[in-house]
């Protein structure tokens, strides 16, 4: 794995992306999943349940890519109210994803929680 020298960046792009896991099981966000020679900042996160009944989420970050390797919990089987958000991560908590993590979502209630996350793709390339 690159893992590019961030003092020296000579590329930054910022990025939105959504999800909305239309099953139960672990979904990998590919989209936070960093290009070779990038890493990803995630900057904000964001869970909201659009249903009228709470629905929980789970979110990992993992330590190979599709979701494979170990789990490192973000937010663990929380349950979010009905048409409330909950805020994963924001600037105070950013992390960064590299080329072979991902980031996986699993929620208790299928297309009940849209996901909502803006990072920087940085580069020292």
């Given at each position: 794995?690159?893992?590019?020298?961030?003092?020296?960046?000579?590329?930054?792009?910022?990025?939105?992306v959504y999800l909305i896991p239309a099953n139960t099981t672990a979904?990998?966000?590919?989209?936070?999943?960093?290009?070779?020679?990038?890493?990803?900042?995630?900057?904000?996160m964001t869970a909201s349940n659009v249903t009228s009944a709470a629905?929980?989420?789970?979110?990992?970050?993992?330590?190979?890519?599709?979701?494979?390797?170990?789990?490192?919990?973000?937010?663990?089987?929380?349950?979010?109210?009905?048409?409330?958000?909950?805020?994963?991560?924001?600037?105070?908590?950013?992390?960064?994803?590299?080329?072979?993590?991902?980031?996986?979502?699993?929620?208790?209630?299928?297309?009940?929680?849209?996901?909502?996350?803006?990072?920087?793709?940085?580069?020292?390339?």
């Open positions: 794995m690159a893992n590019p020298n961030i003092v020296d960046v000579q590329t930054i792009k910022g990025n939105t979904n990998t966000w590919t989209a936070l999943t960093a290009n070779a020679n990038y890493v990803n900042r995630v900057d904000f629905a929980t989420v789970t979110v990992s970050i993992n330590s190979a890519t599709s979701g494979g390797g170990t789990a490192y919990r973000l937010a663990y089987q929380i349950s979010v109210p009905a048409y409330a958000t909950l805020v994963v991560l924001d600037k105070t908590t950013a992390m960064y994803v590299g080329e072979s993590q991902s980031v996986v979502v699993t929620v208790g209630t299928a297309s009940a929680i849209e996901l909502v996350a803006s990072y920087e793709e940085i580069s020292d390339t």
